[in-house]
Nanobody, 114 residues
């Protein structure tokens, strides 16, 4: 099983990025999926998740700016990030929880500059 995250990069504050996470060896299906982020010296934190009941939840810090979605046909998870702020700078990881297993992507760096 592999999750391949992409789409990170450097963007100015106020800009947008869309992260993608492609799965191989498994399917996202209707399992719980999510995006997390981590900065050096801090714990990894949840950014957005879609639960197995298809409900989406967001961290307070990104509500109204980020949107999580998945394309079951393309087997890809997305995170649309708008109105980016300096504090959104982090490595972003995609996550899949399938029954008792949990999988992580390799991370993609997002850097927001002023």
């Amino acid at each position: 099983v592999q999750l391949q995250a992409s789409g990170g990069g450097m963007v100015q504050a106020g800009g947008s990025l869309r992260l993608s996470c492609a799965a191989s060896g498994t399917t996202f299906g209707l399992n719980a999926v999510g995006w997390y982020r981590q900065v050096p010296g801090k714990q990894r934190e949840v950014v957005a998740r879609i639960s197995s009941d298809r409900s989406a939840t967001y961290a307070d810090a990104v509500k109204g700016r980020f949107t999580i979605s998945r394309d079951i046909v393309k087997n890809t998870l997305y995170l649309q990030m708008n109105s980016l702020k300096l504090e959104d700078t982090a490595i972003y990881y995609c996550n899949l929880r399938k029954k008792i297993s949990e999988y992580w992507g390799q991370g993609t760096q997002v850097t927001v500059s002023s």
